[in-house]
């Protein structure tokens, strides 16, 4: 056995012990039902429902929603922060918020948007009365794409840090606009950090549950609420695995479909 192979042991076992074995022993509970007997019917309800096929496409829209949101943001976050002074020190005060628990980001919104919260307190003493801002598709959203912006800078930043001026100083001296110079040079060559960025963020935006009900209040209905129905309310466990099977078979085909490729395009 050489060096390098037996320092991969660990890894390996990690990953066999936290992700192989849970994943097939989800893979085993989709083929029970409720009274423990081996069955296609959960496969088959799934793909039959029109119950779980609106969740699916909720839960497609609402990440994709989520994404677009978050990558339009921060795309000029990332750029403006590479051409700045101390960009490393900036950067760092945009990951700082996911240091903090979820959990304790979620309520800290649900005072903000809450009822007599600041946002809905502003909104009156401007004129606007008092709208329910919380329990809604925008506030969800919002609240998603919050948390998520950190995970779509980081790779767009590190993309764009590493491109290459003389390219960009290139196309200038060659007659490029800012336009051109930005559609051609900078945005193909970042695009591999746009696409990290992309599997970052759309990816747990497809099974996100605990927002959905303290945000959303049980109005964004996706499959990741439904997998915590089945688990923790109706201990349909046969029908939560399957769900949660078909999370991942779609977590799959995103991250083939955003694939990284090389500058010469190969894959």
């Not at 496409?57 to 000029?76: E, G, H, K, M, R």
């Not at 110079?181 to 935006?205: C, D, E, H, W, Y």
């Amino acid at each position: 056995m050489t060096k390098k192979s037996f320092y991969s042991i660990p890894y390996l076992f990690w990953i066999g012990l936290f992700v192989i074995i849970p994943l097939v022993m989800l893979f085993y509970q989709s083929f029970f039902g409720v009274d423990g007997i081996f069955t296609l019917d959960n496969y088959k309800a799934y793909f039959t429902s029109r119950t779980y096929l609106l969740m699916t496409w909720n839960s497609i829209v609402y990440a994709l929603i989520i994404t677009v949101a978050t990558l339009i943001i921060s795309y000029p976050v990332a750029y403006v922060l590479t051409k700045m002074k101390m960009k490393q020190f900036w950067l760092m005060l945009i990951v700082l918020p996911t240091w903090i628990n979820l959990l304790l980001k979620a309520y800290a919104f649900i005072g903000i948007f809450g009822r007599y919260g600041s946002v809905d307190n502003f909104l009156s003493f401007i004129g606007l009365g008092r709208p329910q801002m919380l329990f809604t598709d925008a506030s969800f959203i919002l609240v998603a794409a919050y948390i998520s912006i950190p995970f779509m800078i980081l790779p767009i930043f590190n993309a764009l840090d590493e491109l290459d001026e003389d390219l960009v100083n290139a196309a200038s001296d060659l007659g490029a606009t800012r336009i051109q110079t930005f559609t051609k040079i900078i945005l193909p060559l970042s695009m591999n950090g746009v696409r990290a960025g992309v599997q970052a963020v759309f990816i747990p935006s497809l099974s996100l549950f605990m927002l959905t009900r303290l945000i959303g209040g049980n109005k964004v209905i996706t499959l990741g609420t439904a997998v915590e129905e089945h688990f923790l309310i109706t201990q349909n466990w046969g029908m939560g695995s399957t769900i949660a099977i078909v999370l991942i078979a779609a977590m799959f085909i995103i991250m083939y479909l955003t694939r990284e490729k090389t500058a010469g395009g190969e894959e």
